[in-house]
């Protein structure tokens, strides 16, 4: 089955600075990568995804980058603010629907003002 | 997301004895999930529902039971065999089954023994 291996655990970075969260896959048919933003106490939150027909995308300060041959897609978040302080997590999958997404352990993002 | 439901928000359970989350979706999406999450470890399937009336055990289904007699609705049982259930709970849902398009989460439950 797929694996995915999430880092940073926890990574803290002062307000404005850029922080990135990195995660590899196993299993090269994995085609689909969301990344997810939980809040303490709420629930997941989808804040971008990427498919492997393509290697970056953008939405505001959040950008995710994959590179299918190495097996390993990034989360770049720019000018950070407090409001980013939230635990992310990666995940992997394919649409081929053969199983669920696989998710990763979670990165602890916190930002100081 | 407003479309999935999860209650209570707490539970506790005592020794022995079982304890039903509930689950509920208007999005019309056929899939449905089950996740435990634990302190630094990312989230668990227990159990999945591809359509109704249909299961699938997920990678920790030992101790838990699941229904899925209505689309709307997918319940979990966390049974006394589980014996470490002290959790928060996450039910998802997707427009159909698969790895391949977003999962929409519930609040959680966070299941705690008294």
């Not at chain 2, 999450?37 to 055990?57: A, C, H, T």
């Not at chain 2, 838990?64 to 997918?74: A, C, I, P």
């Not at chain 2, 065999?81 to 398009?101: D, E």
Request: some cysteine.
């Amino acid at each position: 089955g797929e694996n995915v291996e999430q880092h940073p655990s926890t990574l803290s970075v002062q307000e404005g600075d850029s922080a990135v969260i990195k995660c590899t896959y196993s299993d090269s048919a994995s085609n689909y990568f969301p990344w997810y933003k939980q809040e303490l106490g709420k629930r997941p939150q989808l804040i971008i995804d990427i498919r492997s027909n393509v290697g970056e995308k953008k939405d505001q300060r959040i950008a995710v980058t994959l590179n299918k041959t190495a097996k390993h897609f990034s989360l770049h978040i720019t000018e950070t603010q407090p409001e980013d302080s939230a635990v992310y997590f990666c995940a992997a999958g394919q649409d081929t629907g053969r199983r669920a997404l696989t998710f990763g352990s979670g990165t602890r993002l916190q930002v100081q003002p | 997301d407003g479309g999935i439901t999860q209650s209570p928000k707490y539970l506790f359970r005592k020794e022995g004895q079982n304890v039903t989350l509930s689950c509920e979706q208007n999005l019309n999406h056929d899939a449905m999930y089950w996740y435990r999450q634990d302190p630094g470890q990312g989230l668990r399937l227990i159990y999945y529902s591809q359509i109704v009336n249909d299961f699938q055990k997920g990678d920790i289904a030992e101790g838990y039971s699941v229904s899925r007699e209505k689309k709307e609705s997918f319940p979990l049982t966390v049974t006394s065999a589980q014996k470490n259930p002290t959790a928060f709970y996450l039910c998802a849902s997707s427009k159909s089954w698969g790895g391949g398009q977003p999962q929409h989460f519930g609040d959680g439950t966070r299941l705690s023994i008294l």
